[in-house]
């Protein structure tokens, strides 16, 4: 390392900091990722130049072809995928980055041992701990990461899938990969360390996916967010690998980044990481008791009535969810929610943090669709309004929105924070059909007596609403 | 510096590093959770830093297949998560 080389790591790394903070408010948060970009490249570029200008001759033309090769290569597929992805798909591809992220540093570990052992050089202790914990969580991380992507992409199936002796099979895996870098640790030069390596990369590989699998649909914002911290923390120990400062830190920004919002996932479900990762939540639907009384007839209601309901409201709550984005009906709500407030009602929209496929998945495709982002609100911000609040439209949302989980002790879900729609004095339901939610719980809110639910495409039901406005 | 002392000083770093984290993190607002996590994510691609230099080493063998797999992956994760995150702040408006 030269000093001009440490100089931009350090000045990176400041900036890499203020960026996250400049991350705190949506008016200074495009200006941070221009910052973190201009970071970033203020730790790749010395890098480039220092170590490939210290080569000559072929070993020059070679550094040149494999570096600038990967960055050209990598540059082209990632502009590509960022531009064409939809708003709605944008889970899968941040999984399908990190996953990247996880490879890439599970590579780099794996040519340092390599080369490190090809020349006979051996390593050390302390460089040999991170090398072995960087190709573990690179592993999981990269694997784990394509799991999600397949469950998000509908490759494999969202249920979980799940069989005998899974948390002892991974238990196992987990255990053997610890021993092989143990002992490879004690002696990387031994005759038989490529072996021991190799399986140590493929248990590590096997491990994220079966780790993945079993964890539903629906709880897939805590696996994208664990994922996110697991790359940070492969970055960490690939920093500890090449003494790198400026890895170390912003590997650790990352990974506390991803406990926290995994944290905030598992509080707003009310359930511990341990029931999320191994509880194999929404594996089949349960026969969930149902508060004695609850269970009346379901009010199906007209487009017309529904429309007449909102039209005669002052006030009005969106409560959006994963429907909303699996219709893509987020620009058919704006529509609705524009023509209403023409007709004076003041529209907010009640967003729960675990509603779609990743945090914040549902504020994206409201900014998408030109919501102004001070109609967005979280829970705590809004739940108590509820109460004051003509007439609530649920599109899409099915166990945020469900009462159970207040009043239905012995329900899976009692105890998670609800949106208080029974409380309003009309809740409109816009569902496909009766059919449970992906927990396969019943929803006491669809029986409730002032629910009326509207069957059918929430984006055509929601076009047919603003025909109907405009018409009138 | 004896090899003990920079493993200390390392530990300082990382500690710090993970404190200045949680500061900084536990103050964006749900709001922001999607950009946070994708520009967090392309900020993780920084181990392309660790790849440009696992590619020095390389040759035309494995390890230069490795290095180069290394880089490509790095640079997608660093370039793409930028770009979805830009795409998704330029939504973010106060006024429609």
Sequence with gaps: ????????????????????????SPKTARRANFISMFAMLLAVVPTFVQRVGATTGGALVNNLVIIGGGIAVGSVIGLVSAYRVK???????????????????????????????????????????????????????????????????ELITGRPILFKGQHVLNLALLLAAVGLGAVLTMDPLSAWHLPAFIALVAISLLLGWLVVIPIGGADMPVVVSLMNSYSGMAVTTTGFVLRNNVLIIVGSLVGASGLILTNIMCKAMNRSLANVMFGGFGAAPTAAPVAAGAKGAVKEAGVEEAVMVMENASSMIVVPGYGMAVA???????????????????????????????????????????????????????????????????????????????NTPGSPIYG????????????????????????????????????MMVFGDAKQTLAKMAGILKGA | MPPEM???????????????GVELIAKVPPLLHTPLMSGSNAISGITLVGAIGAAVYASWDANGLLAF???????????GGYAVTDRMLKMFKKKP
């Design chain 1, 328 to 406: 893509q009906a987020q620009h058919a709500v704006r529509e609705l929610a524009g023509l209403l407030e023409k007709r004076g009602v003041r529209v907010r929209y009640a967003i729960h943090p675990v509603a779609g496929r990743m945090p914040g998945h549902m504020n994206v495709l409201l900014a998408e669709a030109n919501v102004p982002y001070d109609q967005l609100f979280d829970i705590d911000q809004i739940n108590d309004d509820f109460r004051n609040t003509d007439v609530v439209l649920v599109v899409g949302a099915n166990d945020v929105v469900n009462p159970a989980a207040k």
């Design chain 2, 69 to 79: 797999a290394a880089v490509a992956l790095g640079t997608i994760n660093v370039v």
């Design chain 1, 1 to 24: 390392m030269t000093v001009p080389t440490e100089i931009c790591y350090f000045v990176a790394a400041i900036l890499f900091m203020l960026s996250l903070k400049w991350l705190s």
């Design chain 1, 87 to 153: 708003m709605t798909a944008m889970p899968q591809m941040v999984g399908l980055y990190n996953g990247f992220g996880g490879a890439a540093s599970l590579l780099v570990a794996g040519v340092e041992f390599l080369y490190k052992t090809q020349q006979r050089l051996g390593l050390s202790v302390p460089e040999s701990v991170p090398v072995h914990l960087s190709i573990i969580i690179g592993g999981v991380c990269f694997t784990g990461s394509m799991a999600a992507f397949a469950k998000l992409q």
């Design chain 1, 416 to 451: 998670m924070p609800v949106f208080n729609c029974d409380e309003a004095k009309a809740v409109i339901v816009l569902k496909r059909s009766m059919n449970p939610g992906f927990a396969g719980i019943e929803n006491e809110l669809f029986v409730h007596p002032t629910t």
């Design chain 2, 6 to 20: 920079y493993w200390l000083l390392v530990f300082y770093v990382f500690m710090l590093a993970v404190a200045a």
